[in-house]
C-alpha cells in the first residue's frame, strides 16, 4: 500500500482503465481526544509549564494560570492547543463546568 503526503486530503491511488475515471480516497487526519484537562496532559507527558508555554507560544505564567483556572484562553490559543493535546476545545474554554 502506498503513503500519502498528510498535507493532501484527496489522493487518487487508483486509475480505471476501462472507463477511464479515477477513484480517490480522501484522507482525514483524526485525533483522538484522550486528555481532558491540560493539567492531566501535563502529568501524563511528564513535561513542565516551560514545555507547555513552547509548544503553544505563550508565557509560563500564562500557562499556570490556565492550569489554575484563574485564566481562560482566547479560542484561537484554545484551538491550537486541543489540536496538540487532544483535549476537546470546550474543556479548555469552560475548564469550571461539570463533566456530563
Request: charged share 25%; net charge positive; glycine share 2%.
Amino acid at each position: 500500500m502506498s503513503t500519502f503526503p498528510k498535507k493532501n486530503l484527496t489522493n487518487c491511488i487508483k486509475k480505471d482503465l476501462t472507463n477511464d475515471n479515477t477513484i480517490c480516497i480522501i484522507f482525514f487526519e483524526v485525533i483522538i481526544m484522550q486528555y481532558k484537562s491540560l493539567n492531566e496532559f501535563k502529568e501524563n507527558k511528564q513535561i513542565t509549564n516551560s514545555d507547555l508555554a513552547s509548544m503553544f507560544g505563550t508565557s509560563e505564567i500564562y500557562i499556570s494560570l490556565l492550569l489554575n483556572k484563574k485564566r481562560v484562553p482566547s479560542r484561537k490559543l484554545a484551538q491550537k492547543i486541543s489540536k496538540k493535546t487532544g483535549i476537546p476545545i470546550l474543556n479548555l474554554l469552560f475548564p469550571n463546568r461539570e463533566e456530563s
